[in-house]
């Protein structure tokens, strides 16, 4: 990691509503990390994601239960016994202002859509169903996962588990390039809650309903890029985002994540000028 400050953003302070993520501190390996589930990897949907869609579009769902986490107050929606998945997150959300801020539940499937064609592999799948006479957005409930919230604060800052010394530097790219994601998205809302970690420090991102306005300010500062993920960024087009998720939003919010790219290029330039090639983090280990 020579020539890397960026080890410094697993230790990602959330303030405000907005919740940015901001500089800390070093990271210094755990001795006692967090104890691992026995099925540790939650990301069960790579390689089949699929089969995953199609079973949240038409398994049949045997209960709906309260999630007493959340301001848009989503479901949990239980399937038999024996399926592909136990449950999915429900969340019939209208497209309008609620308390302030644009919501839909379109930008939850245009966020997994996007996610798709980035090759990120941190928004789980989620599809268009209807329930109880609602359309909304289905979203494979992963598990087992717990939030930052209930880590009880940023993995990595001091009386907080963090991932093991060998799992520092993958834990680190994943930080970023949630970063990168959330500025290209406009994301307003990446707070504790919607940050999920598994037993295998996969780091899972969910509740995008916020996301997609034409909002042009960045949601993080970026003190480091992810090169691979910055390329299939660069690669974006209006053409390739027509087709990838022009079904959940309009032409207006689709430019907005093309000039947010442009802006991400001019801090990146910014940075490079400053840093030089640091700013990019090294190609992980084949």
């Given at each position: 990691m020579?020539?890397?400050?960026?080890?410094?953003?697993?230790?990602?302070?959330?303030?405000?509503?907005?919740?940015?993520?901001?500089?800390?501190?070093?990271?210094?390996?755990?001795?006692?990390?967090?104890?691992?589930?026995?099925?540790?990897?939650?990301?069960?949907?790579?390689?089949?994601?699929?089969?995953f869609e199609q079973f949240l579009k038409t398994a049949a769902v045997s209960s709906l239960k309260e999630v007493p986490v959340g301001v848009t107050r989503p479901s949990r929606a239980y399937f038999a016994p024996g399926g592909l998945a136990e449950s999915m997150a429900w969340k019939p959300?209208?497209?309008?202002?609620?308390?302030?801020?644009?919501?839909?539940?379109?930008?939850?499937?245009?966020?997994?859509?996007?996610?798709?064609?980035l090759e990120l592999h941190m928004v789980p799948p989620t599809v268009e169903r209807e329930v109880a006479r609602e359309f909304g957005a289905a979203v494979l409930w992963t598990s087992p996962t717990r939030s930052f919230k209930e880590l009880g604060g940023v993995p990595g800052q001091a009386g907080v588990p963090g991932p093991p010394s060998a799992r520092v530097a993958g834990w680190t790219r994943q930080i970023v390039?949630?970063?990168?994601?959330?500025?290209?998205?406009?994301?307003?809302?990446?707070?504790?809650?919607?940050?999920?970690?598994?037993?295998?420090?996969?780091?899972?991102?969910?509740?995008?309903?916020?996301?997609?306005?034409?909002?042009?300010?960045?949601?993080?500062?970026?003190?480091n890029v992810d090169r691979g993920l910055w390329d299939r960024f660069r690669a974006l087009d209006a053409a390739t985002l027509q087709a990838a998720v022009g079904r959940w939003m309009g032409r207006s919010e689709q430019r907005a994540i093309l000039e947010r790219r442009d802006r991400?290029?001019?801090?990146?330039?910014?940075?490079?000028?400053?840093?030089?090639?640091?700013?990019?983090?090294?190609?992980?280990a084949r």
């Open positions: 020579k020539g890397i400050p960026a080890v410094v953003l697993v230790s990602c302070l959330f303030a405000g509503s907005l919740a940015l993520l901001a500089q800390g501190p070093a990271v210094p390996a755990p001795s006692s990390p967090a104890p691992a589930a026995p099925d540790m990897c939650a990301q069960v949907w790579i390689g089949r994601a699929g089969e959300l209208k497209p309008g202002i609620r308390n302030g801020f644009w919501e839909s539940y379109r930008s939850e499937i245009a966020a997994y859509e996007l996610d798709k064609l390039r949630a970063k990168m994601f959330d500025n290209l998205i406009a994301n307003k809302d990446p707070n504790l809650g919607n940050w999920l970690v598994d037993g295998d420090w996969h780091l899972i991102l969910i509740d995008h309903s916020r996301s997609f306005t034409t909002m042009k300010t960045m949601v993080h500062r970026m003190d991400m290029q001019q801090d990146i330039d910014r940075l490079v000028a400053s840093r030089g090639d640091t700013v990019f983090l090294p190609e992980p």
